[in-house]
T-cell receptor, first 110, second 113 residues
Framework: TQLLEQSPQFLSIQEGENLTVYCNSSSVFSSLQWYRQEPGEGPVLLVTVVTGGEVKKLKRLTFQFGDARKDSSLHITAAQPGDTGLYLCAGLDYGQNFVFGPGTRLSVLP | DAGITQSPRHKVTETGTPVTLRCHQTENHRYMYWYRQDPGHGLRLIHYSYGVKDTDKGEVSDGYSVSRSKTEDFLLTLESATSSQTSVYFC????????????FGNGTRLTVT
């Protein structure tokens, strides 16, 4: 079974700070997705990265897929309270299903 | 937002009773999935469907069965609920496999006492 680890597990920061969260595996994934989940709701897709070394930007969010396609990072610049939520990474496994990491719970304080 | 409705949103049941959770979609997507979400484990795939009456097992399928008699409905059944099945259950849909985005419902919180 392909597994994904995420770090840190919890992160609490002040508004305006920068942060990076990580998604790591010993396995290679053909692609990786990042989702954000708010309390009482289902996860919502933020981005899909496919190519090793790929960098994608979504406003203040920057996503990177590792060269070896085993890891990924999400960097948020000037975090805002609206960024609060659970960030999940999901790697596409050999059976064409997504394997999810346990998530990083981010709290941005005003 | 994708049209996905899960019912019920909350349920408390006793050990040994059967439970059925329903997922209804209005997007006409071919693929439907059931996940459970537990602290420290993220989302784990229970079963998925790739068409009417076509289903397959996921990572944690023991103790669960599914049925899909219509494109829009995907049912998850716990034949005899156990306390280890206390969880939040999410239904998801996608247009295709691979990199196609998953669209999730808002979940069903199930407590087995």
């Amino acid at each position: 079974t392909q597994l994904l680890e995420q770090s840190p597990q919890f992160l609490s920061i002040q508004e305006g700070e920068n942060l990076t969260v990580y998604c790591n595996s010993s396995s290679v994934f053909s692609s990786l997705q990042w989702y954000r989940q708010e309390p009482g709701e289902g996860p919502v897709l933020l981005v899909t990265v496919v190519t090793g070394g790929e960098v994608k930007k979504l406003k203040r969010l920057t996503f990177q897929f590792g060269d070896a396609r085993k890891d990924s990072s999400l960097h948020i610049t000037a975090a805002q309270p609206g960024d609060t939520g659970l960030y999940l990474c999901a790697g596409l496994d050999y059976g064409q299903n997504f394997v999810f990491g346990p998530g990083t719970r981010l709290s941005v304080l005003p | 937002d994708a049209g996905i409705t899960q019912s019920p949103r909350h349920k408390v049941t006793e050990t040994g009773t059967p439970v059925t959770l329903r997922c209804h979609q209005t997007e006409n997507h071919r693929y439907m999935y059931w996940y459970r979400q537990d602290p420290g484990h993220g989302l784990r795939l229970i079963h998925y469907s790739y068409g009417v009456k076509d289903t397959d097992k996921g990572e944690v399928s023991d103790g669960y069965s599914v049925s899909r008699s219509k494109t829009e409905d995907f049912l998850l059944t716990l034949e005899s609920a156990t306390s280890s099945q206390t969880s939040v259950y999410f239904c998801a849909i996608s247009e295709s496999r691979g990199n196609s985005p998953l669209h999730f419902g808002n979940g069903t919180r199930l407590t087995v006492t």
